[in-house]
């Protein structure tokens, strides 16, 4: 197992670290909660760039890599909504957009057309963890950003709809040659 894959697997590990912090009973347990999402954050760009610059893109970090993204963002929403600090919406709404994404990506994959990441996807998940940094801070400002970051999730999926219907249109041309 090469070093960005243990990032991710660290990542994984801080999931539950996370959950037994934000409901602990410690003085400012919120903030000390979202220092650990912020790590794995910082961990996340971290294996992704060791990851390229040394040429330790595996199989099993591609898979990986994001599920473990989408399942520490989903934690702490859930945590979130659990405590009553963020509306049950917003929760839905990324699980939602989640879901789609996991189920397109499987049915496109076996049909041999993979959409990679994009540059919409990636801000919004910078967007959302620097929300849910603020709101560990100032919950007014932090929630109205969580609220923008839910509308770039939904920009987000829109534009990868559009990428998949660029590159099918592509295909499409391809083949009638």
């Given amino acids: 197992m090469n070093v960005p894959n243990i990032l991710t697997v660290f990542r994984l590990?801080?999931?539950p670290i996370f959950i037994l912090v934000f409901f602990s009973s410690l003085q400012h347990s919120l903030i000390l909660s979202i220092a650990i999402f912020v790590l794995?954050?910082?961990t996340d760009v971290l294996d992704g760039y060791i990851a390229r610059k040394y040429e330790?893109?595996?199989?099993?970090?591609?898979?990986?890599?994001?599920?473990?993204?989408?399942?520490?963002?989903l934690t702490v929403l859930t945590c979130l909504v659990v405590s009553n600090y963020i509306p049950l919406w917003i929760l839905i709404i990324v699980l939602a957009k989640e879901a789609l994404m996991i189920i397109m990506g499987v049915l496109?994959?076996?049909?041999?057309t993979v959409i990679p990441s994009n540059i919409f996807g990636k801000a919004t998940t910078c967007f959302f963890y620097l929300a849910i940094l603020i709101f560990s801070f100032n919950k007014d400002i932090g929630l109205y950003l969580i609220y923008l970051s839910v509308g770039a999730t939904i920009l987000a999926l829109i534009s990868?709809?559009?990428?998949?219907?660029?590159?099918?249109?592509?295909?499409?041309?391809?083949?009638?040659?």
């Fill in 108 to 112: 496109l994959y076996n049909k041999g």
């Fill in 160 to 177: 990868y709809g559009i990428g998949y219907q660029l590159n099918h249109k592509g295909s499409l041309k391809n083949n009638k040659k």
């Fill in 40 to 42: 794995a954050g910082l």
């Fill in 13 to 15: 590990i801080l999931i």
């Fill in 56 to 73: 330790l893109v595996t199989d099993w970090g591609t898979v990986v890599d994001p599920l473990a993204d989408k399942l520490i963002l």
